[in-house]
């Protein structure tokens, strides 16, 4: 990679920006592919201004950049160069956002780990021998290994929030229909958002401010109340918060979502009580019925005839098991009967959290109930399914979502999900921001954890 180059049509003050990522991806991703967060580095001229003026912005592999591949890390779409920008792309650019390139992920976002990539695993910056989640992988791994300001993911059932979760990073998972998806090559239709990740709650919030709103080209996107960046910064009072009962099988996480809530009742005097949702163990067996299906009929424009190669001669093998169980389901003798189901069942959990949202403002778990594993190890379906069994249920409703880093435990960064009500995403954000202020300096705030759990 020659730096020289990638700066000439760049103000001094962006310069000085791209130059000081451009380096760190030099030294840190590309030489022997130490991290692997991005597939290809080309920063894109932009000399618009606006809200994102100067910031730098890597983008997942699944989302159109117009002269840039958009692979979906297969060797399908290996050589594919986007002819256009993605509707959030285009408003990232005409609010001043540098686009720096295209990101690692789960082979067309098929994975939990970051490791179905046919170009190779992301690594956990902070624990390089660990996965940093999927299927946003290198987008979170891009922001917490300091290579861009902020960067794009999309999310089907957890694919922003575990990888945030895991790499100790901030991830939105926005109310379904806020943010257009015209432009994504998605995986499931029904479920698939697209949304920002970053270092803090602020710089999510206003990367989301920039990409939220209708967008004439998605059908299905609807106007949502404009964030307002400045009551970000204020907590709300008077809230009621749902602490999730959920069975977490490792003690310790859930002990470090208790203690902050405690702080959080003590500081904001917010009301605190634990919540159980009927139907919640239900989730995965809901969601994946409906994403094999969607993801069958999605990858059947993916011939060979028109672009690129044909799916099922080249793909790895977790995008093959979906594809075949896709086609299983849609057999003509089950006549769409377990599809069918699963929409029912959806429709459940989505009244189930409605009532849930009429007693508290929001619920709050870990956002994975588990620790990222270490790559190349055998993890059987069921554990991976874990991965994603409390933030699945959000991406079925079609709420919102946030992740956000409350400490760690043995080095691994612990995440907090909060889930908000359909469009309020506002209150979602100024709660996460509430919380990601308490306790002052995060150093001192691990090495207390540290200690308690000893």
């Known amino acids: 990679m020659n730096v020289k180059n990638f ?23 590309k030489k022997g592919k130490k991290i692997n967060a991005f597939l290809q580095v080309k920063p894109v001229e932009n000399t618009k201004k606006g809200k994102l003026t100067g910031k730098i912005i890597a983008v997942k592999s699944n989302i159109n950049v117009k002269g840039l591949n958009c692979s979906c890390a297969s060797k399908t779409l290996e050589n594919y160069q986007s002819p256009y920008d993605a509707s959030v792309i285009k408003r990232i650019k005409d609010e001043g ?24 695993p992301t690594r956990n910056p902070v624990k390089i021998d660990l996965v940093s989640g ?64 970053a270092k803090n709650v602020s710089d999510a919030a206003l990367l989301l401010s920039v990409i939220q709103g209708k967008d004439d080209c ?15 910064e204020e907590p709300p009072k008077k809230i009621k918060i749902g602490l999730l009962d959920f069975p977490v ?12 809530i405690d702080e959080a009742k003590k500081k904001y005097k917010w009301k605190i009580e634990k919540v159980k949702i009927p139907y919640l163990d239900l989730a995965i067996a809901t969601y994946y019925p409906i994403v094999y299906v969607e993801f069958f009929s999605s990858t ?30 849609t057999k003509a003798e089950y006549k769409g009967r377990h599809y069918n189901q699963a929409l029912k069942v959806r429709t459940l ?3 189930e959290f409605e009532k849930v949202f009429k007693k508290f403002d929001c619920i709050v778990s870990p956002t994975v109930p588990k620790f990222p594993h270490k790559i190349g190890d055998k993890i059987s379906s069921e554990e991976m399914f874990q991965y994603d069994a409390l933030t699945c249920p959000i991406n079925i409703v079609g709420n919102c979502a946030i992740s956000i880093p409350i400490g760690e435990i043995k080095g691994i960064p612990i995440g907090m999900q909060i889930a908000c009500d359909r469009f309020q995403d506002e209150l979602m954000l100024r709660i996460a921001r509430g919380i990601e202020g308490l306790g002052g300096d995060r150093e001192k705030r691990v090495m207390r954890e540290e200690k308690a759990l000893k």
Request: aromatic share 6%; hydrophobic share 35%.
């Open 134 to 197: 999927g299927s946003s992988s290198g987008s979170a791994a891009a922001v917490a290994a300091g290579f861009c300001d902020m960067a794009l993911g999309s999310d089907t059932g957890g694919s922003i929030r575990v990888p945030s979760s895991h790499c100790g990073v901030v991830g939105v998972k926005p109310t379904y229909s806020t943010v257009s998806r015209y432009g994504l090559i998605d995986m499931c239709m029904s479920f698939d958002q697209i949304g920002p990740i």
């Open 218 to 232: 998605d059908a299905i996107s609807q106007e949502s109340k404009i964030i307002d960046l400045k009551k970000i």
């Open 349 to 351: 959990l989505q009244k």
């Open 300 to 329: 059947r424009r993916f011939d060979g005839r028109k672009y690129g190669k044909k799916i099922e001669d080249v793909c790895g093998p977790e995008v093959l098991r979906r594809i075949l169980g896709g086609s299983e389901i």
């Open 97 to 120: 956002g540098i686009i720096i390139g295209m990101t690692n992920m789960d082979e067309f976002a098929c994975g939990w780990s970051g490791e179905t990539s046919a170009f190779g």
């Open 7 to 29: 700066l000439i049509h760049f103000n001094m003050d962006t310069k000085q920006n791209l130059k000081k990522y451009l380096q760190e991806i030099e030294k840190n991703d």
């Open 249 to 260: 099988k490792d003690k310790r996480i859930q002990d470090i979502i208790d203690k902050i």
